[in-house]
């Protein structure tokens, strides 16, 4: 039992080691794009999250509707 605990953390460690590698480069991207102020990166990406959880939350209202009405929701374009 105690070494699946000990496998799991290393697991966890391994997975935020390589999730931090690939996600450096973009970090640097932002944080460049706003001259190096890190509070002005955090907060436009808030603001991104923000936004794109306010275009699911219409999207599945509009889904929702779509369903009640007996309409089919097409996700590719014409």
């Given at each position: 039992?105690?070494a699946?605990?000990?496998?799991e953390?290393v697991?966890l460690?391994?997975?935020e080691k390589?999730a931090?590698e690939?996600l450096?480069?973009e970090?640097?991207?932002?944080?460049a794009f706003?001259?190096?102020?890190?509070?002005?990166?955090i907060t436009?990406?808030l603001?991104?999250?923000?936004?794109l959880?306010?275009q699911?939350?219409l999207r599945?209202?509009d889904?929702?509707r779509?369903?009640?009405?007996e309409?089919?929701?097409?996700?590719?374009?014409?």
């Open positions: 039992m105690k699946l605990k000990e496998i953390v697991r460690q391994a997975a390589l931090e690939t450096r480069g970090v640097d991207a932002v944080v706003h001259q190096g102020d890190s509070r002005a990166a436009t990406l603001l991104d999250c923000h936004h959880r306010l699911l939350a599945d209202k889904v929702s779509g369903m009640s009405c309409r089919t929701t097409r996700f590719e374009r014409p």
